[in-house]
């Protein structure tokens, strides 16, 4: 025991404790190389997990993209999350009214950073049929930042998985993600 705890002592040397702070500081501030930004890319753009937020009628064909027909686990997705802390794709399917804009706002808020969010459907990205109620909200843009938007009245999940593979291609080619400064 003794002799493998004097063979970690190099652990605690100054300049060993010095050079990993110098590593810290470079990775909070992004200047890694693109080698390594690729790497971290990569990884994170394949296994992405989506908030499955389903409001009316495009939930089900979301819920189709899970299925094995469609398997949504070919692009690191399977993990469908019940808490937006756990999530870093928000999927909203379906009409989005000033009431329930309220709780879209807040599960986008709770989310950490980076995150994104799918307007799956007509109704999710201008209101769909239903744009001139009173209580319907003229796209989900209005609430949240919408990344990207998957048409439809409903999309099929082919749509779904294409929308998602546009997600894993900003995250990979570093327009947004992990590390996009430096």
């Known amino acids: 025991m003794s002799q493998a ?20 500081e470079n990775v909070i501030a ?20 989506p908030l499955g937020f389903g409001i009316a009628c495009c939930a089900i064909e979301m819920m189709a993209a899970c299925s094995s027909k469609y398997d949504i686990a070919r692009f690191g997705s ?8 756990q999530a870093d794709v928000m999927i909203v399917a379906g ?7 309220v709780v879209v ?12 969010v799918i307007a799956m459907g007509a109704c999710a990205s201008n209101g769909g049929p239903y744009w001139d109620t009173y209580n319907v909200v003229d796209g989900v843009h209005k609430v949240v930042p919408v990344d ?8 099929r999940p082919e749509a779904l998985l294409q929308g998602l593979m ?3 291609e ?11 400064k430096g």
């Open 30 to 49: 992004g200047k890694l190389p693109d080698v390594i930004k690729k790497v971290l890319g990569w990884g994170y753009g394949n296994s992405t997990w």
């Open 148 to 155: 990207v938007y998957v048409p439809g009245c409903p999309p």
């Open 105 to 116: 706002r807040r599960l986008y808020d709770q989310m950490s950073e980076p995150k994104f």
């Open 5 to 24: 705890r004097h063979e970690l002592d190099w652990l605690n040397d100054e300049v060993v404790v010095s050079e990993i702070d110098v590593v810290n």
């Open 78 to 85: 399977e993990a469908m999350r019940m808490s937006p802390r």
């Open 170 to 180: 900003m995250i990979k080619t570093g327009k947004r993600g992990l590390i996009t």
């Open 166 to 168: 546009e997600i894993q």
């Open 95 to 101: 009409t989005v009214n000033e009431k329930m804009a």
